[in-house]
C-alpha cells in the first residue's frame, strides 16, 4: 500500500461532523478549508458516497425521495478538507419555481466559491451521462471549476455491463473534466479508495 493510499484511510477514517447548512448564498460559511463538492441528479447517491467514504450510516441524510434534500450542507473531515454536499438537480416532480430557486443556489456556489477545489459529479452507472449531466459539465467549463466524474451505483449493472468507455469519452470532450472517471458502490464499498486518494491530495497539510 502507498503512502498516499494509507494517508487517504487516515483521513477518511478521522472525525468529521456536519458544521453548517445554507438554503441561501447569504447563509453560506466564510471559507476556511479546502471544499469539495458533491453535485449530481437527484438520487444519484451522493449522500449515499458520502457516508460510504467516511464509514458512517447517517452522516448525510439519504433520502428515497428524489429532490428532498434542499440545503448546501457541510461536513468538516480531520480539520483538514470540508465536504459539500449540494442539492440534486433535475428532478422532474419539484415545481419550477424551485427547481429554478436551487439551481440558481447550486451555481452561484460553484461559481464563487474560491477554495472550492474540487467538484465530484456523481453519474448514475445504471442511465450514464444524460443531457442535463452535459449542460452542468458544460456550466462547470465556463466557471472553470474542476471536477471529476464519479460513477455510482455500479453494483446494479448486469453482468459484462459497462459504461465506463462511454463517460471516459464524455469527460474528453470538457476543458475543465479531469481525465480520470472513479467505478463507485456506496452499497459494495467499491472503488472507494481510488477516490479517498483523488480527494486527500487536495487537503490542507497534516500539521
Known amino acids: 500500500m502507498s503512502d498516499e493510499d494509507v494517508a487517504a484511510r487516515k483521513l477518511f477514517a478521522g472525525a468529521c461532523d456536519f458544521v453548517w447548512g445554507a438554503s441561501a448564498i447569504a447563509g453560506l460559511p466564510p471559507p476556511s478549508l479546502p471544499e469539495v463538492a458533491f453535485v449530481g441528479r437527484s438520487n444519484a447517491g451522493k449522500s449515499s458516497?458520502?457516508?460510504?467514504?467516511?464509514?458512517?450510516?447517517?452522516?448525510?441524510?439519504?433520502?428515497?425521495?428524489?429532490?428532498?434534500?434542499?440545503?448546501?450542507?457541510?461536513?468538516?473531515?480531520?480539520?483538514?478538507?470540508?465536504?459539500?454536499?449540494?442539492?440534486g438537480y433535475g428532478y422532474a416532480q419539484a415545481s419550477k419555481s424551485l427547481a429554478a430557486e436551487w439551481q440558481r443556489l447550486i451555481f452561484a456556489y460553484l461559481g464563487g466559491r474560491a477554495n472550492l477545489k474540487r467538484v465530484v459529479l456523481l453519474i448514475d452507472a445504471r442511465r450514464g451521462?444524460?443531457?442535463?449531466?452535459?449542460?452542468?459539465?458544460?456550466?462547470?467549463?465556463?466557471?472553470?471549476?474542476?471536477?471529476?466524474?464519479?460513477?455510482?451505483?455500479?453494483?446494479?449493472?448486469?453482468?459484462?455491463?459497462?459504461?465506463?468507455?462511454?463517460?471516459?469519452?464524455?469527460?474528453?470532450?470538457?476543458?475543465?473534466?479531469?481525465?480520470?472517471?472513479?467505478?463507485?458502490?456506496?452499497?459494495?464499498?467499491?472503488?472507494?479508495?481510488?477516490?479517498?486518494?483523488?480527494?486527500?491530495?487536495?487537503a490542507e497539510p497534516r500539521p
Open 49 to 87: 458516497l458520502i457516508n460510504a467514504l467516511t464509514g458512517r450510516k447517517t452522516l448525510a441524510r439519504v433520502s428515497h425521495t428524489p429532490g428532498r434534500t434542499r440545503e448546501i450542507n457541510f461536513f468538516a473531515l480531520g480539520g483538514r478538507l470540508m465536504l459539500v454536499d449540494l442539492p
Open 129 to 202: 451521462v444524460m443531457e442535463i449531466d452535459r449542460a452542468v459539465m458544460a456550466l462547470l467549463d465556463q466557471a472553470a471549476v474542476s471536477y471529476c466524474l464519479a460513477l455510482t451505483k455500479i453494483d446494479k449493472l448486469g453482468r459484462g455491463e459497462d459504461v465506463r468507455a462511454a463517460v471516459v469519452a464524455e469527460a474528453a470532450r470538457h476543458t475543465a473534466a479531469y481525465p480520470e472517471i472513479f467505478a463507485t458502490s456506496a452499497l459494495k464499498a467499491q472503488g472507494l479508495e481510488a477516490l479517498k486518494v483523488h480527494l486527500a491530495a487536495l
